[in-house]
T-cell receptor, first 115, second 110 residues
């Protein structure tokens, strides 16, 4: 079974430019997460979807970040315009609910460098 | 949002030594997970603990959940270079929000 697929793996852009990341979750996983991770730190949640509904976007900087999950499957995360401080790894994860809570499967991430 | 504190932040040991990393919170965990993340990869789930006092073993890794469900530890016996990575604990709240600690970076020298 294929895991969570993210693209691109790496992206270098100039500040003020737009950028988009794509995520294909594991088939049948209703929950999808976008996290941002700085070097040597734990992932920080940006947004969580249940099917196509964003149920938690409280940590998403909505002035420049947007996300969508059409048809409750693939998802895209966009930044416009990018700032130097947005440089980080952007991780997508998906999960099924279990009796003990979500067990998340992560993609390899997209490493964004803003110059 | 539950605040998770992990310690130590960094740990460097020689191959064959043992190590323990910790995860603590001021509030009770409904469940707690441990992940390992290697450079350039996403975190990979190692274990989920749910019951206070629970102990789970995964080969040379032993996971303990505190009786009060506010703390957890991960012990690695006879560490190997392949154990090198960022060890993350994560918890969920009643709303299924999955939150991570800052992690412990473990380096095992050959």
């Amino acid at each position: 079974e294929a895991g969570v697929v993210q693209s691109p793996r790496y992206k270098i852009i100039e500040k003020k430019q737009p950028v988009a990341f794509w995520c294909n979750p594991i088939s049948g996983h209703n929950t999808l997460y976008w996290y941002r991770q700085n070097l040597g730190q734990g992932p920080e949640l940006l947004i969580r979807y249940e099917n196509e509904e964003a149920v938690d976007d409280s940590q998403l900087p909505k002035d420049r970040f947007s996300a969508e999950r059409l048809k409750g499957v693939d998802s895209t995360l966009k930044i416009q315009p990018a700032e130097l401080g947005d440089s980080a790894v952007y991780l997508c994860a998906s999960s099924l609910e279990s009796g003990t809570g979500p067990e998340a499967f992560f993609g390899q991430g997209t490493r964004l460098t803003v110059v | 949002t539950q605040l998770l504190e992990q310690s130590p932040q960094f740990l460097s040991i020689q191959e064959g030594e043992n190590l323990t990393v910790y995860c603590n919170s001021s509030s009770v965990f409904s469940s707690l997970q441990w992940y390992r993340q290697e450079p350039g990869e996403g975190p990979v789930l190692l274990v989920t603990v749910v019951t206070g006092g629970e102990v789970k073993k995964l080969k040379r890794l032993t996971f303990q959940f505190g009786d009060a469900r506010k703390d957890s530890s991960l012990h690695i016996t006879a560490a190997q270079p392949g154990d090198t990575g960022l060890y993350l604990c994560a918890s969920t709240d009643n709303d299924y929000k999955l939150s991570f600690g800052a992690g412990t970076t473990v380096t095992v020298r050959a």
